[in-house]
């Protein structure tokens, strides 16, 4: 395939197609209000990825229950407060001819306190001082999930896409090292994976055949298992339960080091499933036109442009200009992302990623 496959349309199961295969990255960015609304920098950043050209803009991670805060000035979705500002950006999306999408996201055992987050441990040990949720608990986490995808559904976003990646609440419940339970969240893999199935389904029954669901799946860290998350994934792609898989990996080239399928690239031990009507695509490292070309060739369906998009919002207008475009090089200046537009706290986030802004730049 060449770079001009990239600007083809993608059908999804449900819904509206893409108009081209690029998706904006869930990137958090720290920007919101303390009690989760929208902020003008959260709709200034929205309208500038509306008219960047993609096919899917997701939201930053957004809570689904006050608790399950992990970051200052996290966006949410646990209140119709929320609903305004939502409506707004999911608004300019539209107008910008994209669809939408807000990422469900509930931190689990990583709830930070000083925000008023409270720990959500699948395993007593994990969080000192704080035992594992009850059976209780996790369906109401569960039903928060879908009631959040409800809210996203009258806010006028296209779809969801549920977090069960980087050792969150939901990637956590998959992890034999993080989830010793004894319930019939615990135990199995199957049990285990019942928590994130059970808000698939959920959010499917609530939201009807139209709206649309994603998936963020991580594969490194937090004890998890590439050979089981397979297996899990191929069920979601037999039953058709979502309409895309975002495989999150730091490096879409990177290989598998140990194991199975040790001496394959991550990418290729899903993109090998036979995934029926679902579509899948990567975010790593994709900082060129070219990249982005060659991860079709590599059996992606879509890609998901992150720290790129950062850089420049309008990367899929860059590489539709020029074929060869790179974006810049890392780290950057403050003051080069201050002329792009982003705001100081959003900005001051990125400070916390060790090769992003060059340091010492004001």
């Given at each position: 395939?060449?770079?001009?496959?990239?600007?083809?349309?993608?059908?999804l199961?449900?819904?509206?197609?893409?108009?081209?295969?690029?998706?904006?990255?869930?990137?958090?960015?720290?920007?919101?209000?303390?009690?989760?609304?929208?902020?003008?920098?959260?709709?200034?950043?929205?309208?500038?990825?509306?008219?960047?050209?993609?096919?899917?803009?997701?939201?930053?991670?957004?809570?689904?229950?006050?608790?399950?805060?992990?970051?200052?000035?996290?966006?949410?979705?646990?209140?119709d407060?929320?609903?305004?500002?939502?409506?707004?950006?999911?608004?300019?999306?539209?107008?910008?001819?994209?669809?939408?999408?807000?990422?469900?996201?509930?931190?689990?055992?990583?709830?930070?306190?000083q925000?008023?987050?409270?720990?959500?441990?699948?395993?007593?040990?994990?969080?000192?001082?704080?035992?594992?949720?009850?059976?209780?608990?996790?369906?109401?986490?569960?039903?928060?999930?879908?009631?959040?995808?409800?809210?996203?559904?009258?806010?006028?976003?296209?779809?969801?896409?549920?977090?069960?990646?980087?050792?969150?609440?939901?990637?956590?419940?998959m992890?034999?090292?993080?989830?010793?339970?004894?319930?019939?969240?615990?135990?199995?893999?199957?049990?285990?994976?019942?928590?994130?199935?059970?808000?698939?389904?959920?959010?499917?029954?609530?939201?009807?055949p139209?709206f649309?669901?994603?998936?963020?799946?991580?594969?490194?860290?937090?004890?998890?298992?590439?050979?089981?998350?397979?297996?899990?994934?191929?069920?979601?792609?037999?039953?058709?339960?979502?309409?895309?898989?975002?495989?999150?990996?730091?490096?879409?080239a990177?290989?598998?080091?140990?194991?199975?399928?040790?001496?394959?690239?991550?990418?290729?031990?899903?993109?090998?499933?036979?995934?029926?009507?679902?579509?899948?695509?990567?975010?790593?490292?994709?900082?060129?036109?070219?990249?982005?070309?060659?991860?079709?060739d590599?059996?992606?369906?879509?890609?998901?442009?992150?720290?790129?998009?950062?850089?420049?919002?309008?990367?899929?207008?860059?590489?539709?200009?020029?074929?060869?475009?790179?974006?810049?090089?890392?780290?950057?200046?403050?003051?080069?992302?201050?002329?792009?537009?982003?705001?100081?706290?959003?900005?001051?986030?990125?400070?916390?990623?060790?090769?992003?802004?060059?340091?010492?730049?004001?």
């Amino acid at each position: 395939m060449s770079v001009s496959d990239l600007f083809k349309p993608l059908t999804l199961l449900h819904g509206p197609a893409m108009r081209n295969r690029f998706m904006l990255a869930p990137l958090t960015n720290q920007q919101s209000e303390y009690d989760g609304r929208a902020s003008e920098y959260d709709q200034l950043w929205i309208e500038q990825l509306a008219n960047g050209g993609y096919g899917l803009v997701q939201t930053c991670a957004t809570t689904v229950e006050s608790g399950g805060i992990a970051f200052a000035r996290q966006l949410g979705i646990h209140s119709d407060a929320h609903l305004p500002g939502l409506s707004k950006m999911a608004k300019a999306i539209s107008n910008g001819g994209g669809l939408s999408a807000v990422q469900l996201h509930h931190a689990g055992h990583r709830a930070n306190p000083q925000l008023g987050g409270i720990p959500a441990p699948a395993s007593n040990g994990v969080v000192p001082d704080t035992n594992a949720i009850t059976t209780e608990e996790v369906e109401r986490i569960r039903d928060s999930f879908i009631t959040a995808a409800k809210r996203a559904q009258l806010a006028g976003f296209d779809g969801v896409a549920v977090h069960g990646a980087f050792g969150w609440i939901l990637s956590e419940f998959m992890s034999p090292y993080l989830n010793n339970r004894k319930d019939k969240y615990g135990g199995s893999l199957q049990n285990r994976a019942r928590f994130t199935i059970e808000v698939i389904e959920g959010i499917r029954k609530a939201c009807g055949p139209d709206f649309q669901i994603g998936w963020r799946l991580s594969i490194e860290r937090y004890g998890l298992r590439l050979e089981e998350l397979r297996e899990v994934t191929a069920e979601i792609f037999d039953r058709e339960m979502i309409d895309y898989l975002d495989l999150a990996l730091w490096d879409s080239a990177q290989m598998v080091q140990e194991g199975k399928f040790q001496g394959k690239t991550m990418l290729s031990v899903f993109t090998e499933l036979n995934r029926k009507g679902v579509r899948l695509g990567t975010a790593g490292k994709i900082m060129s036109a070219q990249r982005a070309g060659e991860l079709l060739d590599e059996g992606c369906d879509f890609v998901l442009i992150g720290r790129a998009g950062i850089l420049q919002q309008d990367f899929p207008l860059q590489v539709a200009a020029n074929p060869f475009y790179e974006s810049p090089k890392l780290p950057v200046k403050a003051e080069y992302l201050r002329q792009r537009g982003l705001s100081e706290r959003f900005i001051n986030h990125l400070r916390g990623w060790q090769t992003f802004v060059a340091p010492g730049s004001f």
